[in-house]
């Protein structure tokens, strides 16, 4: 019984060398598949917000610098505007509305990075901030400010895009670098 088994054994090492010895790609080469985009990415938003006046109030801040708590943020580089991510915003601040919650995960428990992938955004990074209220552009992007974690969302350097949208009273801004391909 010892010998069969160290038989096998060999073999299955014999065959192992041998296919792996085949192999033009390293075997810890992991190429993840590409993100699943929703069955039509264009749709049609009826998103109330100035976009303008949002990267105005944004860039302001992120050129100057600014406390976000006791943390001193320097001078970032500024932000554009990626509809894409304004998507993503519109979809998540529309689902909070139509469900009533409030919450940076989604009923099927997906956070942003999920969602922005679902727009066919393949990022780098991301963030997001939420709020709920009635608010106009200024308002909104005060009270991002005000508060410490949305604070370092806005003045983080390894964001270059942004998308914003409102529904109802739910405002969703998505944060986010596009991948670097090769």
């Not at 708590?69 to 998507?87: C, K, Q, S, Y």
Request: charge should be positive.
């Amino acid at each position: 019984m010892n010998s069969v088994f160290v038989r096998l054994c060999a073999g299955i090492a014999i065959v192992c060398i041998l296919m792996s010895g085949c192999s033009k790609e390293p075997l810890t080469s992991i190429i993840p598949p590409p993100p699943v985009p929703i069955e039509d990415t264009t749709f049609i938003m009826n998103n109330p917000v100035n976009k303008d006046i949002l990267l105005a109030l944004v860039n302001e801040v992120r050129a100057k610098g600014c406390n976000c708590g006791d943390t001193l943020m320097p001078p970032v580089a500024p932000i554009r505007w990626n509809t894409a991510l304004e998507r993503a915003a519109w979809l998540h601040s529309t689902d909070m509305k139509a469900y009533n919650y409030f919450s940076h995960k989604d009923r099927e428990g997906n956070n942003a990075g999920k969602r922005i992938a679902r727009m066919g955004y393949q990022w780098r990074a991301w963030g997001e901030n939420i709020a709920l209220g009635v608010l106009s552009e200024r308002t909104v992007v005060e009270g991002w400010f005000k508060s410490v974690t949305h604070c370092k969302v806005l003045m983080d350097n390894n964001f270059s895009e942004m998308g914003v949208a409102k529904v109802g009273n739910f405002w969703s801004q998505e944060m986010a670098s596009p991948k670097i391909l090769h």
